[in-house]
């Protein structure tokens, strides 16, 4: 598969409201996907875009 166009901007849309009134859920989810090396350490949205370029995320 491969991407026909290129974006312009970076898109980061709000987390879902189950995530932002659950915020423990969240966090236990990413310790362990982090513990397990699944996840890399975040990246501050300005920083990444400066090496990877405009991006688009996933709310969660």
Known sequence: LS???SLTSTYIPR???S??????AVEL???T????????????P???ESLIGP???SSL
């Open 55 to 57: 991006f688009c995320t």
């Open 19 to 24: 995530a932002t009134d659950h915020p423990e």
């Open 46 to 48: 300005a920083r990444l």
């Open 33 to 44: 996907e982090l513990a397990t090396h699944r996840y890399s350490d975040p990246f501050h």
């Open 15 to 17: 987390n879902h409201k």
């Open 29 to 31: 989810h990413i310790s």
């Open 3 to 5: 991407v026909s166009s």
